[in-house]
């Protein structure tokens, strides 16, 4: 038998609001430290770029100052940051997946948990079994030796 004993410690997470809180946060600011609150602005002429970022600015697109503007020959492109309310609707829709993600990870450590302790549980219990098994078969040996022990008288050698 190997000594792999199977030992759950602790307890499956729970739900924390702070812990949640704190992946929403993080989930955020991933966001707008990320190209995904921007739209790219990319054309082969600069006319066409200009009446671009002149369309996106009357639907309350803002230039960015955050990535450069290129203006290089025939590769025309520039960031612009998306308005506040299209930014509110992504930001819902990314606290949901967040949550979404957590209470899936949730679920996945309480299963893992759960499958530990089953583990556990068979393992404990085939060891009982094992060492019942090994009691009654030294029990019947035992009583075997003793059988066969009366069943001799002890051998008599004269001197």
Known sequence: MTNNRIAVSGSAPQF???????H?????????????????????FLYDMITKVVELTAEGYTL?????????????????????????EELAII???????YVAWLESERESYKQQLTAQ?????QEKER????????????????????TFAPLVIPD
Do not use: G, W
Not at 131 to 150: H, Y
């Open 64 to 88: 960015s100052n955050k990535y450069p503007l290129n203006c290089a020959e025939l590769q025309y492109d520039c960031f612009m940051r998306k308005p506040d309310q299209m930014m509110a």
């Open 16 to 22: 924390d609001e702070r812990e949640f809180n704190q």
């Open 131 to 150: 060492k019942r098994e090994e009691a009654k078969q030294a029990k019947l040996l035992a009583d075997i030796a003793a059988e066969v022990d009366a």
């Open 121 to 125: 549980l068979i393992q404990t219990a």
């Open 95 to 101: 606290d949901a997946q967040t949550k979404q993600s």
């Open 24 to 44: 929403i946060a993080d989930r955020r600011a991933e966001y707008y430290a990320s190209q995904e609150s921007h739209v790219h602005v990319r054309t082969q």
